[in-house]
């Protein structure tokens, strides 16, 4: 009946998402979404954040410069400079939530028909964005260690793949694998992208949860040591998994002829982030907030991911594998004896939600895998929601070995 554009004729929506119909059903314990803890949301700074930033009632009822409030962007400078990634102003761009960052690059960026190299497994609502964008998805897979560059590399060198237009990573605590970029490959991705002149897409959502190992910089700061390096990165950040969500603040870090076209682009979308929530980051971030509260996350998530790596041993035993992350909000795993559909519908009678993992791959999908979120649920309740995982596989007739 309507003349749909082709991206729309017959769009896929979230597949995680659409589990979220569950998540009302009483006593329903879910690992399935990315969503931070929000008993750990600091309620009391941002409120004080709140008041501060009323004071100046006019600036957080109008509208705001499109590309953010010059106070905030003044805060995020100074973040990304004690994240060893300094930046300028006209390279630095506010967006509602990261997700917006990667809309509008895309839009900058990428043409139908243009090669995009993803990771694989990936995170779906980037895969969702780029079908949208019509690209050509390449994708090179990931181990304990990260992106696998050499793999990259060989697909470049021999022609097996044209030069993609931008490469999308998340480097550290991957979603959905939870694995961190070794700064070995960090370096020579780097390298590949300045020989062959391809984007590289820094998605930073969870760099500042770290509870285990030592820290590896991020792509962006390591352009220092890789000449010529600094024009192939654009870097994804935000406050949503460190502070808050539903502040819906994000941000990019752009060579300044990316990021000024961007904010052509983020002017026909919503003309400004909302000034409201930015001045309230701004007050938050300027009084030190988010350096004195973060410990406090991730000592919880320390002791939440210590929880679900040995609730899924001690019930779950040689019938699952997985590496314990180092940081971040998931574990990825695989199951040895049944694929994920067929044990999801036991899980969800036994009230306990997962992801399974074939909505994280663009092709070729491992049905056995699966994303398991501890950052929301309390200790207790993950320990629960191993068990009634556990009760699910017994449900499918496998045994546990």
């Known amino acids: 009946m309507y003349a749909f554009t082709s991206p729309f004729a017959n769009p896929a929506g979230s597949p995680i998402r659409e589990l979220f119909k569950y998540l009302s059903e009483p006593g329903m314990i879910s690992f399935a979404g990315g969503y931070p803890a929000s008993d750990l949301f600091d309620v009391d700074g941002l409120a004080a954040a709140q008041t501060r930033a009323f004071a100046q009632p006019t600036r957080c009822l109008q509208y705001g410069p499109t590309d953010g409030l010059a106070e905030l962007k003044a805060q995020l400078i100074l973040l990304m400079a004690s994240r060893g990634a300094p930046c300028a102003a006209e390279e630095l761009l506010v967006t509602t939530g990261s997700q917006q960052g990667l809309d509008l690059l895309l839009r900058v960026m990428v043409a139908p028909g243009d090669v995009v190299v993803t990771e694989q497994p990936a995170y779906p609502a980037t895969l969702q964005a780029l079908r949208l964008q019509q690209a050509k998805i390449v994708t090179v897979p990931v181990d304990a260690d990260g992106l696998n560059v050499d793999h990259l590399s060989a697909l470049l060198r021999e022609g097996k793949i044209a030069v993609p237009k931008l490469l999308y990573t998340v480097p550290t605590f991957a979603n959905p694998t939870g694995a961190t970029l070794s700064r070995e490959r960090?370096?020579?991705?780097?390298?590949?992208?300045?020989?062959?002149?391809?984007?590289?897409?820094?998605?930073?959502?969870?760099?500042?949860?770290?509870?285990?190992?030592?820290?590896?910089?991020?792509l962006l700061g390591l352009t220092a040591e890789v000449p010529g390096?600094?024009?192939?990165?654009?870097?994804?950040?935000?406050?949503?998994?460190?502070?808050?969500?539903?502040?819906?603040?994000?941000?990019?870090?752009?060579?300044?002829?990316?990021?000024?076209?961007?904010?052509?682009?983020?002017?026909?979308?919503?003309?400004?982030?909302?000034?409201?929530?930015?001045?309230?980051?701004?007050?938050?971030?300027?009084d030190g907030a988010l350096t004195r509260h973060l410990p406090?996350?991730?000592?919880?998530?320390?002791?939440?991911?210590?929880?679900?790596?040995?609730?899924?041993?001690?019930?779950?035993?040689?019938?699952?594998?997985?590496?314990?992350?180092?940081?971040?909000?998931?574990?990825?795993?695989?199951?040895?004896?049944?694929?994920?559909?067929?044990?999801?519908?036991?899980?969800?009678?036994?009230?306990?939600?997962?992801?399974?993992?074939?909505?994280?791959?663009?092709?070729?999908?491992?049905?056995?895998?699966?994303?398991?979120?501890?950052?929301?649920?309390?200790?207790?309740?993950?320990?629960?929601?191993?068990?009634?995982?556990?009760?699910?596989?017994?449900?499918?007739g496998k045994k546990i070995g």
């Open 186 to 218: 960090r370096i020579a991705l780097l390298k590949l992208a300045v020989e062959y002149r391809f984007l590289i897409v820094e998605d930073d959502p969870y760099g500042d949860l770290r509870f285990a190992g030592e820290t590896v910089p991020t």
């Open 229 to 286: 390096s600094r024009d192939w990165v654009v870097h994804f950040s935000s406050l949503s998994k460190v502070v808050a969500p539903g502040l819906r603040v994000g941000w990019t870090v752009a060579p300044p002829e990316i990021a000024r076209r961007c904010v052509v682009a983020k002017q026909t979308v919503d003309l400004c982030s909302v000034p409201w929530t930015q001045a309230i980051a701004a007050e938050y971030l300027a």
């Open 296 to 396: 406090k996350i991730t000592e919880a998530y320390r002791r939440k991911c210590d929880a679900m790596c040995g609730a899924l041993r001690d019930k779950l035993g040689d019938a699952i594998q997985f590496h314990a992350p180092q940081g971040g909000m998931f574990v990825w795993a695989r199951l040895a004896a049944v694929k994920t559909s067929e044990l999801l519908p036991h899980a969800i009678a036994q009230k306990v939600l997962f992801v399974p993992g074939t909505a994280f791959f663009a092709e070729h999908a491992d049905e056995a895998s699966l994303r398991l979120s501890f950052a929301a649920p309390a200790v207790t309740a993950i320990e629960d929601g191993v068990a009634r995982l556990a009760r699910a596989m017994d449900a499918t």
